[in-house]
């Protein structure tokens, strides 16, 4: 089955600087990646996602790149802020079998 | 947008007694529903996918006789912690896939203590 590998476990940024995460995932047939923020006891909110046909996409701070040869994708923050701090968890799916990343916890220091 | 509905967001049982967990989809027919189990300060894990209409399929060490999923309808799945012990206490989770173009919903989470 799928596995999903995150990294950083933890990462911490000083206010307006960028962050980036990065997970790695095994099955090539995978082919939708969302990118999850959960703040502590609630549920998961999707901030951005990105499909196999695309290499990259932006909505404004947050950005997510694809290499789909290496497998791997990327989460981007670019001018944090403190509101940014919470835990970020990558995903991978193919169909309806969608695998979580182990979470990073990122805190942005004011 | 889709929103999934889960009930209850706490519950404080006794061991050996049941609790069920309730999802539902508010604004689109959920034909698969995902449960998630998550420990403190770790990730999502799944424990099954439940299908409208047909079995739930469960992960690999996932005990189907325990956590009891039903889906008897497009808006409605439950999973129920049957004979619950203290090591089940855990943030239970449901998400659905409610279209191509929408990430998964997750419902807000059911956090279960067993004392």
């Known amino acids: 089955g799928e596995n999903v590998e995150q990294h950083p476990s933890t990462l911490s940024v000083q206010e307006g600087d960028s962050a980036v995460i990065k997970c790695t995932y095994s099955?090539?047939?995978?082919?939708?990646f969302p990118w999850y923020k959960q703040e502590l006891g609630k549920r998961p909110q999707l901030i951005i996602d990105?499909?196999?046909?695309?290499g990259e996409k932006k909505d404004q701070r947050i950005a997510v790149t694809l290499n789909k040869t290496a497998k791997h994708f990327s989460l981007h923050i670019t001018e944090t802020q403190p509101e940014d701090s919470a835990v970020y968890f990558c995903?991978?799916?193919?169909?309806?079998?969608?695998?979580f990343g182990a979470g990073t916890r990122l805190t942005v220091k004011p | 947008g889709a929103v999934v509905s889960q009930h209850p967001s706490r519950v404080i049982c006794k061991s050996g007694t049941s609790v069920k967990i309730e999802c539902r989809s508010l604004?689109?027919?959920?034909?698969?529903m995902f449960w998630y189990r998550q420990f403190p300060k770790q990730s999502l894990m799944l424990m099954a996918t439940?299908?409208?209409?047909?079995?739930?399929?469960?992960e690999q060490g996932v005990e189907k006789d325990k956590f009891l999923i039903n889906h008897a309808s497009l808006t409605l799945s439950t999973l129920t912690v049957t004979s619950a012990h203290p090591e089940d206490s855990s943030f239970y989770i449901c998400?659905?896939?409610?279209?191509?173009?929408?990430?998964?919903?997750f419902g807000s989470g059911t956090r279960l203590t067993v004392v």
């Open positions: 998400s659905a896939p409610p279209g191509q173009n929408y990430g998964y919903t």
């Open positions: 099955d090539s047939a995978s082919n939708y």
């Open positions: 990105i499909r196999s046909n695309v």
């Open positions: 995903a991978a799916s193919k169909g309806n079998d969608m695998r």
């Open positions: 604004d689109f027919q959920a034909t698969t």
């Open positions: 439940s299908n409208e209409g047909s079995k739930a399929t469960y």
